[in-house]
């Protein structure tokens, strides 16, 4: 299965700033999914990445407040813009394979 | 919407004993199911899959079960061992939509 390295693993902000997680996989793949796993419940996908094209996000996500690029096939952004409180949540991109769903270990981040 | 649950949000198991885990499915057209375990600070590792025309698979010290006519799915898990402790997620991909729909979430804890 692929191998996902996600950065930064944690980081703490201040509202009102951005911050861009990035996502490295070792292998090409078609499409990459970005999820939101507030603290104490399940994982939500945000949106879908894929190469060359607009991401589509799902329904409550929208592009200017999670912009997201996807320069090539093994290598996505997720930024979350202008962060309140209400974005501390771990942050995690995953791949989908033949073999499988894979998933990085996540960007924790807590917005003060 | 369509939706992925889970039965309970907490399971004490005796290290030793076996460790059944269920989930509720409500989408008919489902045809993937995947059991992830998430361990603290990590991202969801697989353990698990099952496509709608199977009713039983097997692993190490797991099995995944689907009744497709309640629509259920469960994981058992063997002889439960400490490291066995963490949050299980069931998950469903539906039809020609690609995308993971996650369950809520069981904590599993083991006791010594």
């Not at chain 1, 996902?4 to 951005?18: A, E, F, L, M, V």
């Not at chain 1, 945000?46 to 200017?64: K, L, M, R």
């Not at chain 2, 499915?25 to 199977?54: H, L, T, V």
């Not at chain 2, 994981?75 to 539906?94: K, N, W």
Request: hydrophobic residues 35%; contains cysteine.
């Amino acid at each position: 299965s692929a191998v996902i390295s996600q950065k930064p693993s944690r980081d703490i902000c201040q509202r009102g700033t951005s911050l861009t997680i990035q996502c490295q996989v070792d292998s090409q793949v078609t499409m990459m999914f970005w999820y939101r796993q507030q603290p104490g419940q399940s994982l939500t996908l945000i949106a879908t990445a894929n190469q060359g094209s607009e991401a589509t996000y799902e329904s409550g996500f929208v592009i200017d407040k999670f912009p997201i690029s996807r320069p090539n096939l093994t290598f996505s952004t997720l930024t979350v813009s202008n962060m309140s409180p209400e974005d501390s949540s771990i942050y995690l991109c995953s791949v989908g394979l033949i073999d499988g769903y894979t998933f990085g270990s996540g960007t924790r981040l807590t917005v003060v | 919407g369509e939706s992925v649950g889970l039965h309970l949000p907490t399971l004490s198991v005796q290290e030793g004993d076996n460790s059944i885990i269920n989930c509720a499915y409500s989408n008919s057209a489902s045809d993937y199911f995947i059991w992830y375990k998430q361990e603290s600070g990590k991202g969801p590792q697989f353990i698990i899959d099952i496509r709608s025309n199977m009713d039983k698979r097997q692993g190490q010290r797991v099995t995944v079960l689907l009744n497709k006519t309640v629509k259920h799915l469960s994981l058992q898990i063997a002889a439960t061992q400490p490291g066995d402790s963490a949050v299980y997620f069931c998950a469903e991909i539906g039809g020609a939509n690609s995308k993971l729909t996650f369950g809520k979430g069981i904590t599993l804890s083991v006791r010594p």
